[in-house]
């Protein structure tokens, strides 16, 4: 029998890889924190879905990797006024 909280990270794991979501557009989203679905994904997620969390794994990693550029684009559009 699965919890609120198990059930919980499948749907928010589910919503990062549909969307190709970062965490903090899933915090967002369902309306908890980034250390929540942070926890969810990465802890919880193991022993429930772990081909899932896999998957997930792999688009954090993406995600943790083109944050910089990122960060750039959004820091060029402030001071370009866009």
Request: proline letters at 1%.
């Amino acid at each position: 029998m699965r919890t609120d909280i198990e059930e919980r990270a499948v749907r928010l794991a589910e919503y990062i890889v549909e969307n190709r979501a970062t965490v903090r557009a899933a915090a967002k989203k369902f309306g908890v924190s980034k250390s929540t679905v942070h926890k969810d994904i990465t802890e919880r997620l193991e022993t429930v879905e772990p081909g899932l969390c896999a998957e997930v794994r792999r688009l954090l990693e993406l995600n943790k990797a083109e944050r910089h550029i990122r960060g750039g684009l959004a820091t060029r559009r402030k001071y370009k006024g866009e």
